[in-house]
């Protein structure tokens, strides 16, 4: 560090101690302060206030069968809402690359303040708000839980995984995989895997007799400008577990932003940020580059919008044989929110046309086999709230997005309200159905496409769940609205005819979201929903579940409702439903880290785990069987 | 293995509490918020203070808590404030924040930062963290991190001249 900056640090430092910390925080007061907080009964409403005028609690069920439905016939209005576009464009030569960043670099710099708005202060989390999707209408009850996904049939990386008797673990140094035999219910560590020259492990996966690791490299700084061929992916074969053999490390560019495993397939998905541009020659600066090869300019692509100052690399690789890459693409993008189906990859990017209302890019990659093609792309409007708010059919892409209404004008940088709008695009991206104007001033917090139906909750006082019949992707239809007080924030399937919704509950008057809320919905008869129970936990009042999908596990054959939540304390719970009695807390334990908190099951016993602290439980009686630290 | 209890808790806190509010404040730059953050934090730390193995890792340990508390305490906020204006939204965050009046123009070269550059920095200057701990945190590189910190040095130094 510099002279300079350390004095600055310094300064900054000093000029802290003159603020006075408040009497709550002092050392004297913290200790009792701690004891009321655990009793306290109520704590004072502050958490995620909700502007909302009005009272709530209106239970009523809405049929909204024959909202006037744009169809394709109707040539216009379907255009407007969204913008074909020509094919996925690829960059013809790396003159082309520069010249798109020289130009984004230049309206970086006459935007920034904009841009800094926009761009929302930074990556919205690397672990990106996704979901799962086994319905749990078929098939036996599994031995021991997998990752809940996006989609049950694609799976996905975390920090916890399971063969069925060993759990791996990545250590809270980030640095290894610990490998834990469950055998009989005790906790013995069996050995950590360490990956030379690899630091920071992200997430893992296990599959097939292999360990998968995905990791930033410790590389030597001067190998390693600006994250050139930063991160790694380290394969293992784990047939013989105290022998793990290093089967093969593929590097990329960028740091690691998500992946998927598909068949015998990997696809690895990191970002790579071009800070400045020097050089039209000087590709190395401004190219990505996977395995130490700059990546060819055809397989870069290229946006129509001007906003993009990354990439997101994408690299297959087969895992079976782990010997090379398979395909490689480059991604120019904003900020992307990633959905994978088993057939495509969907990047979608948020941006804003020239009415200043959000609209939403969305490039579709065909992935077969680990080739990697672009197949179509869209501009629509409105903007997605997390991947589940988009879904893959029969060809189909179903979406449900907010539409905001874009400033006033002039002056006045008041917004109109907010609208929701239901889409359904065939396989070209080209908008074969659309139903628009749903929930004035309402936005889309959660949602769940499920075959031939849709449901999503949108809330502004109370919580409308509402269905969609899709089953004709020219005419969707809203079939029902179920209007009740608070909102779910994550919905997943719960077995037959039931749909699980994790959300909050709002205070009285309808303005605040108090406390985080368990629904159980009947969607026996699609038209008819119903919320059969619910059940408010006192005193937390936010769910990791709200952010990231893969922190629950949820499985409706074993009767398993697991999640953590967040209160005065970072709890994991474990609840159970019937039918009749509701919902049935039978696991309460504190954790520290609710992010990274992971649930897990294997035949009868439940792991609890938070980085290198491993807990395990009897699923019969829910009690503390052993604890481990790795 | 050798772990703490709570009883060692409050011996710990003392030496923290002063730098986890002053983090508190420069990332959520509004006391009530920092209050708030620094109460969760405590809390989430007091529970959990067995699984902590060292007294060394203490201060460390309890910053990755309230840098996470933060962090998620924006989301949150920013989540809140999605509909309100680019106007309503500046003049919310340059009210509720005030420094002593002195040191007003390192107040206004903070502003200047942005939420990464602001974290990166606070926790740099208050939570102790050297470049490559900060990296672990964000799971990004150290050479990344030390110019993002230089960067945003430079801007606020451009602006205290």
Known sequence: ME??????????????????VPMSLRPGFMETNLQKMIHQKKRRVKQISILAAGLAAVIGIVCLVGVPNRRLEDANPVAESIRELSDVKMAESYADVYAYLKRQEKLDRNNSSILELFSGGGKKGSSMEMSVTSDGTNGNVDEFSQTNTRDSEVDEADVAKTDGRYLYVVTDEGDGVGVVDTKGGKLQEITTIKPEDCRGISEIYVQNERLIILCRRSTDDKDNIENRNAMATVIYDISEIDRPRLLNTFTQSGTYYTS??????????????????????????????VEGEILPCNRICIPDTDRANRYTVIVSINIKEAKETKDEMAILSDDSLCYVSTSHIYMCDSMYNDQGEKTTSIRKISYQDGELEGAAKAEVKGYLKDSFCLDEYKGYLRMVVTCSGGTKGGYDTTSNANTNSIYVLDENL???????????????????????????????????????????????????????????????????????GIG?????????????????????D????????????????????????????????RNMIGFSAQGAYQTYYLY????????????????????????????DMFYLITGSYIESYSLENYERIDYIAI | MNRLDKQAFSGLYETVYKDMYYFALYMMKNPQDAEDAVSEAVMAAYQNIHKLNCAEAFRSWIFKILSNTCKKKLIKRSRKEKHETVRELREEEASDWEFPQENQDVRDAWETLTEEERHIVALSVFGGYNSQEIGELFQINANTVRSKRSRALGKMKALLQ
């Open chain 1, 3 to 20: 002279q300079q900056e350390r004095e600055l640090l310094e300064r900054l430092k000093q000029q802290a101690k003159e603020i006075e």
């Open chain 1, 260 to 289: 998927r495993l598909y068949g015998d397939y990997l696809y690895v998905f990191s970002e790579f940020y071009v800070s400045t541009v020097q050089g039209k020659d000087n590709y190395e600066m401004y190219v990505p580059n």
């Open chain 1, 430 to 500: 080209k908008m074969t159905g659309e139903i628009s104007g749903l929930a004035e001033d309402e936005r889309v917090y959660s949602a769940r496409f499920m075959g031939d139906t849709g449901y999503f909750v949108t809330f502004r006082e109370t919580d409308p769940l509402f269905t969609v019949d899709l089953s004709n992707p020219k005419e969707p239809k809203i079939i029902g609205a179920l209007k009740i007080p608070g909102f779910s924030e994550y919905l997943h399937p719960y077995g037959d005819g039931l749909l699980l």
């Open chain 1, 504 to 524: 909050m509950e709002v205070d009285e008057k309808g303005v605040v979201a108090s406390e985080v809320k368990l629904s159980m919905f009947d969607i026996s």
């Open chain 1, 526 to 557: 699609p038209a008819d929903v119903k919320e059969i129970d619910k059940h408010v936990i006192e005193r937390a009042y936010y769910s990791t579940a709200f952010e990231n999908y893969k922190s629950v596990t949820i499985d409706a054959k």
């Open chain 1, 576 to 603: 159970e439903y019937e039918k009749g009695e509701g919902f049935t807390c039978n696991m309460e334990e504190g954790v520290t880290n609710d992010y990274n908190t992971r649930g897990i099951y294997i035949g």
